[in-house]
């Protein structure tokens, strides 16, 4: 009989890294569900080609770093990436948009740094910020809702557009996205932000046809949808509260003082709760747990800032959502967080941490 | 003449001032977008630096130690103010896209690090040497990344090269693919970081496979030895 000691920690959560993994995929289906019937089809085949290029990128490194490639593509890391991505690119973008941006997070960000675990961003980001930066036009143009949108496309003439960038009648992606009035329809974030130095009212801007009941018409039932998962993911314990509350609430205390201050100018909380990728990037993405501080306490720092630096960027950026930016700035600051944020071992006095 | 071997391995490779000292990043980072800029600023450092070392090694008897850097940076802030005033002359569109980096030579570690490391202590025809070769060091580095960014970028090489050359270069531009939408991030700055960051993986990756051949050829020397003892 073997009397073997396992190490410490002997608390355990019981719950393995592909586990966890596998739930978070499972809690992206509702918003998923909701976003393939507002914003069609596409976005399922923008999945398929970020979920065949991810596993092929993590082989390929697996491979080169004489690792076996199998253990790594059954973690399930690689997939939550390719899934994340795929959910936050338009989904009429052309076929080589998300492939290389997938390429990028996998071979780039994740592997390069040592795999996974290892990574200082959040991949998915990292890669959605190459893809924003370099190709600006093909990530903003997201098509309006269906619900408001003048075309509709079959699966056949999504996937034409996909693949050859104009659907098999000819219309590019610029077209499709124009209304009946020949109106380019933007997305809410991007309305009011153009609307905005234009010297438009909100009241004005929530006029247009792009605007519903809270938000943006589709968008708020997506961002509702992710908020679902959120709770889902919550309440199996896959993710703690810190970092979505944090997030959530250095996003809208800021607006909602803002827009108290200057109604006419500064959106108000419900707009910013359930527009873009606010409830995408609360409960998915700046959860990641590698990339994120590692104390309750520094995550809750950690969400403060992401979700300050969000209500910032969309108040006074240059682009219209800022959740990848104000991630990776987050991820850059997360050693300085953990440094701060360091829990005082029991049985030493506050700040006495061996070493110092 | 094996010091000039020595020279020549220390500049090109071993203590590359772009790869290994990492002197200089600035220019190096910022005009690197294609292979015409980074050849005239490639070509411009290596002047300076030339001219500089020479200089510095000349006067290095009558300098005091205590003042050595101010006199250091006149010198090669006039040898900068030559280059500029040639360019300016001579290929004024080129000295109109390098810009502000033709004056900021004159902040180039690189260039006083060598004056300070090496021309203030040997005599000038080896401090020539040692300039050239630093001088080619870096100026291949800054072409070689920039290659990679233009051919990323935009699938062009030598793209404006009759900027720095005269009208026959024009056709050396190669056009490799045609991009309807460039990858604008090989062009903006963070491709700089991520590229120069392959290209020092790149060495330090040749570095550690030739390690190992040596040592190989070490350990198999040694077992002899064991066998011809017992």
Known sequence: MSFRIAAAPHGHSQQSTSGMMRWVCYALLPGLLVQSYFFGAGVWF???????????????????????????????????????????????????????????????????????????????????????????????????????????????????????????AGYSVEQLRTNIDGVTMATPLDSVKTALSQSYTLDEIFQRPQFGVLAGVGWQWVNLAFLLGGAILLQRRIISWHIPVGLLAGLLIPAFVAHLLAPSVMPGVLFHALSGATMLGAFFIATDPVSAATSPKGRLVFGLLIGFLIWVIRSWGGYPDAVAFAVLLANLSVPLIDRYTRPTVYGHARGDHNGN | MSEFRELTRQGLWENNPALVQLLGLCPLLAVTA?????????????????????????????????????????????????????????????????????????????????????????????????????????????????????????????????????????????????????????????????????????????????????????????????????
């Open chain 1, 46 to 168: 923008q999945l398929i080609l970020a979920i065949v290029t991810a596993y092929l990128a993590e082989s390929l490194c697996m491979m080169a770093r004489n690792r076996d490639a199998r253990s790594a593509l059954r973690d399930n890391t690689a997939l939550v990436t390719a899934v994340l991505l795929a959910i936050s690119i338009p989904s009429l973008a052309p076929w080589w948009i998300i492939v290389i941006g997938t390429a990028f997070a996998i071979i780039v960000v994740k592997q390069l740094y040592g795999g996974m675990g290892q990574n200082l961003f959040n991949p998915a980001m990292a890669g959605y910020v190459l893809l924003l930066v370099s190709f600006p036009v093909q990530m903003t143009n997201w098509l309006p809702p269906a619900t408001i949108s003048s075309h509709d496309l079959s699966l056949w003439q999504t996937l034409h557009t996909i693949l050859f960038e104009y659907t098999p």
């Open chain 2, 34 to 230: 294609s292979i015409t800029n980074a050849m005239g600023l490639g070509l411009a450092t290596l002047f300076v630096l030339v001219g500089s070392n020479i200089t510095v090694s000349l006067v290095r008897q009558w300098v005091p130690q205590e003042i050595r850097i101010p006199v250091f940076v006149m010198v090669i802030a006039t040898f900068v103010t030559i280059i500029q005033l040639l360019m300016n002359a001579y290929v004024y569109e080129l000295y109109q896209s390098l810009g502000i980096f033709i004056p900021l030579i004159v902040t180039n570690c690189a260039i006083i690090g060598r004056a300070e490391a090496y021309a203030s202590k040997n005599p000038w025809p080896k401090a020539a040497f040692d300039g050239l070769v630093m001088g080619v060091g870096f100026a291949l580095v800054l072409m070689l990344l920039g290659g990679m960014r233009e051919i990323i970028g935009n699938g062009t090489l030598f793209d404006g090269a009759e900027l720095l050359l005269g009208d026959w270069a024009a056709q050396l531009r190669i056009e490799l693919f045609e991009v309807n939408y460039p990858l604008l991030l090989a062009i903006l700055p963070p491709g700089a970081f991520i590229g120069l960051g392959f290209i020092i993986a790149g060495k330090n990756w040749i570095d550690a496979k030739r390690e190992a051949k040596a040592e190989k050829i070490e350990k198999t020397v040694t077992r002899a030895r064991v066998t011809a003892e017992s």
